[in-house]
């Protein structure tokens, strides 16, 4: 194994495009065109106040004397959201990030017009981050504290941190002899990265721990043992892996993912079938299996009657339900809070002239009334902490 300690430099300036990489930017085209549509659709039309008793409309006055303008009353503020504890949302397609302290106002950051990917580690304190390298087809991979993100690796096909340590991350980057299996320790301007294994084709890391490694290819799922030998390979789309190596698949491999979803082991060998799922009506979207606890936590929505769409089902580790949430949204992305007290769960209304980002917001074993959060951005949950947790 190859074990190396790097000092991290600042983020270098991202390379422009070349003339070559046209149709990459006919896609950015697209991503800002439909940003600026939904923008619109969100605004709405505005007309100005009615005349209120006893006032003239302001209009054309046969006298030269300047008319003196009615004064339009204030418009009442929308009633603020409080929710205990902080939202940390990826923001416009991963461009930017919102935290919204629930006792005060969203702050935005931004974090750089191209970024791939983005997620925080097991204690939400540090972020990773990949950005694309137009001249290879793979990523530059970049960690640290928002503001403070330093260079990692490049030729990355992606990466993931590991769901307990919150210093643990692993990656895959091109190699002269194939794609090498990176896991690293990360502090405060240094990275120590070991070698794991060397692959012959591209996989991107998708969860690892002490069970192994989950890469994901475009038609299979492979399983590294810890030693990085080969331990399973099948046609099967990773949605969740829990700290013990169980996992929620897909079945087959693929995106979209399909509607047949099964709880299974690292060796991918006793596949148990979520039945829920068999319903044509019934659309899974999201799944967590919970580090600490081992809950698994199924996100779906329901396209029939009724108003409810979502539908965010929690069960115990051995698989007996224990809450069911419900939803007018409609739910495509789930987050948890440190000590997974509370979920986070992305997702959007849709209506006749707009369409309504919110996050909901949980108790993880369903006790309570939920709290639904509006954002004026499309956004996606990457956290929620606590109040007695130390700010960002």
């Known amino acids: 194994m190859d074990d190396r300690v790097t000092p991290l430099p ?3 300036e991202p390379t422009p495009p070349t003339l070559g990489s046209r149709q990459k930017w006919t896609g950015v085209l ?17 007309t100005g106040p009615a005349p209120a008793d006893g006032e003239t409309a ?22 603020a959201v409080r929710f205990p504890g902080t939202i940390v949302a990826s923001v416009e397609f991963g461009r930017g990030l919102v935290t919204w302290p629930g006792d005060g106002d969203p702050v935005k950051v931004r974090l750089a017009s191209d970024v791939s990917a983005a997620a925080f580690d097991a204690a939400q304190g540090r972020i990773a981050v990949t950005f694309p390298e137009y001249d290879s087809g793979r990523f530059a991979l970049h960690a640290g504290h928002v503001g403070d993100l330093r260079f990692v690796a ?17 990656w ?5 002899d194939g794609f090498a299996v990176v896991k690293a320790a990360v502090s405060d301007g240094v990275v120590t990265a070991t070698r794991v294994a060397v692959l012959r084709d591209a996989a991107r890391p998708v969860a ?15 399983i590294l043992a810890p030693s990085g030998a080969v331990s399973a390979i099948g046609d099967l789309q990773l949605v969740a892996a829990g700290t013990d ?24 060998s006793d596949q148990r079938e979520l039945g829920r799922f068999g319903d044509p009506e019934e659309h899974p979207t999201a799944a967590a299996i919970l580090p600490l606890s081992g809950r698994i936590v199924l996100v779906s929505n329901r396209f029939g009657e009724g108003s409810d769409l979502a539908r965010i089902e929690v069960l115990s580790a051995d698989g007996a339900r224990e809450a069911v949430i419900r939803s007018g949204m409609i739910a495509d992305s789930i987050a948890w809070s440190p000590d997974e007290a509370r979920l986070a769960v992305g997702g959007y209304y849709y209506g006749s002239n707009q369409v309504r980002s919110v996050v909901l917001l949980a108790a993880s074993d369903g006790v309570g009334e939920s709290i639904e959060v509006p954002f ?3 956004v996606r949950p990457l956290g929620i902490r606590n109040p007695s947790d130390d700010p960002w």
Do not use: C, K, N
């Open 10 to 12: 600042h983020r270098p």
């Open 30 to 46: 697209l991503v800002a065109a439909g940003i600026a549509f939904g923008f619109l659709l969100g605004q709405g039309t505005t």
């Open 58 to 79: 302001v209009g054309v006055t046969s006298t030269s004397a300047p008319a003196t303008p009615a004064v339009e009353p204030e418009q009442p503020a929308e009633e």
């Open 154 to 170: 490049s030729g990355v096909t992606g990466f993931a941190w590991h769901p307990t340590d919150p210093t643990a991350i692993a």
């Open 172 to 176: 895959v980057e091109e190699s002269e």
């Open 208 to 222: 690892w721990g002490s069970w192994g490694y989950a890469l994901q290819g475009d038609d299979r799922l492979t």
């Open 245 to 268: 190596g169980r996992m929620v698949v897909a079945r087959p491999a693929g995106t979209p993912l399909s509607s047949d979803w099964a709880i299974t082991g690292p060796d991918l």
């Open 376 to 378: 004026d951005h499309q």
